[in-house]
Nanobody, 120 residues
Framework: QVQLAESGGGLVQPGGSLRLSCAAS????????MGWYRQAPGKQRELVAGIIISSGSTNYADSVKGRFTISTDNDKNTVYLQMNSLKPEDTAVYYC?????????????WGQGTQVTVSS
């Protein structure tokens, strides 16, 4: 199991930046992959960015490519999402996700979410 705690959300003007943090309760080197998802009101939750911990391989939603960057700090057991050039359509609750492989398959865990509001 792993507990995930997000932080860093808030209100920002269009064009601004925020950095979200997701602190894991265990060493992230023992986690297969981690990601950031978001859910806007009335919409389905969608993947924003993901990273495979062992390889560092990343993937991004087309809507955030070139603006958002996912990264890890293994010493702090933390995953970050640097968000630049924010747009009103980035407004959503952002959730951290972790996938752990076991002999029974992959288990996924979620944080409680952090609100990001982009508005002037």
């Amino acid at each position: 199991q792993v507990q995930l705690a997000e932080s860093g959300g808030g209100l920002v003007q269009p064009g601004g930046s925020l950095r979200l943090s997701c602190a894991a309760s265990r060493s992230i080197s023992s986690i297969y992959d981690m990601g950031w998802y978001r859910q806007a009101p009335g919409k389905q939750r969608e993947l924003v960015a993901g990273i495979i911990i062992s390889s560092g391989s990343t993937n991004y939603a087309d809507s955030v490519k070139g603006r958002f960057t996912i990264s890890t700090d293994n010493d702090k057991n933390t995953v970050y999402l640097q968000m630049n050039s924010l747009k009103p359509e980035d407004t959503a609750v952002y959730y951290c996700n972790a996938g752990i492989l076991t002999i029974r398959g992959k288990y996924t865990y979620w944080g409680q979410g952090t609100q990001v509001t982009v508005s002037s």
